[in-house]
């Protein structure tokens, strides 16, 4: 699968929105961009995915670059329950792996 | 129910000691994981099963064997484990099939410590 940037860390203050980017410049036409988090001591939480189109949930909503190479997050309002380490990962349509590259820990100040 | 559930939490287990992780889901999905992570690095995928047979193994130590009795439950089993096997083994699920990449549901993690 193809490899991921993101910034190691980055801070933000409660109820402001939070801008979370992911290169990823060697993307494949069919690559899924996906965004889990994952909480202290916790297992990593699925938060949103997309292929082409601005995609948005209940969590969050993913901003996606018209070529594809690159990707925003955003956290409308950050709470302190948002502070997690958050990863960008692609998948194949047919692939199942999983690689988690560093992440970015994300601290929300109050 | 959209919840993985693992046990045991916490596991400590001597180098000559056999034990067993096990996983539990009752979503109906037919993709099952194991990932190994140390601490403050990513989780690294180990084995998937699909419809109850393993279709990767990420070249894991035969120390750690996987068994998928049925669609719902997931072991691990624990032998001649090392020191450095120690680690939060997370469990995870996602429904299978082709032509999208379904997201993945993970459990909370058994913490395993090898004295």
């Known amino acids: 699968d193809a490899k991921t940037t993101q910034p190691n860390s980055m801070e933000s203050n409660e109820e402001e929105p939070v801008h979370l980017p992911c290169n990823h410049s060697?993307?494949?036409?069919?690559?899924?961009i996906h965004w889990y988090r994952q909480l202290p001591s916790q297992g990593p939480e699925y938060v949103i995915h997309?292929?082409?189109s601005n995609v948005n949930n209940r969590m969050a909503s993913l901003a996606i670059a018209e070529d594809r190479k690159s990707s925003t997050l955003i956290l409308h309002r950050a709470t302190l329950r948002d502070a997690a380490v958050y990863y960008c990962i692609l998948i194949s349509p047919s692939g199942s792996r999983l690689t988690f590259g560093e992440g970015t820990q994300l601290t929300v100040n109050p | 129910d959209t919840e993985v559930t693992q046990t045991p939490k916490h596991l400590v287990m001597g180098m000559t000691n056999k034990k067993s992780l096990k996983c539990e889901q009752h979503?109906?999905?037919?993709?099952m994981y194991w990932y190994k992570q140390k601490a403050k690095k990513p989780p690294e995928l180990m084995f998937v099963?699909?419809?109850?047979?393993?279709?990767i193994n990420e070249s894991v130590p035969s120390r750690f064997s996987p068994e998928c009795p049925n669609s719902s439950l997931l072991n691990l089993h624990l032998h001649a484990l090392q020191p450095e096997d120690s680690a939060l083994y997370l469990c995870?699920?996602?429904?299978?099939?082709?032509?999208?990449?379904?997201?993945?549901?993970f459990g909370p993690g058994t913490r395993l410590t090898v004295t």
């Open positions: 060697t993307i494949s036409g069919t690559d899924y």
């Open positions: 995870a699920s996602s429904p299978s099939g082709t032509g999208r990449a379904y997201e993945q549901y």
């Open positions: 979503m109906g999905h037919r993709a």
């Open positions: 099963y699909s419809y109850e047979k393993l279709s």
């Open positions: 997309g292929l082409t």
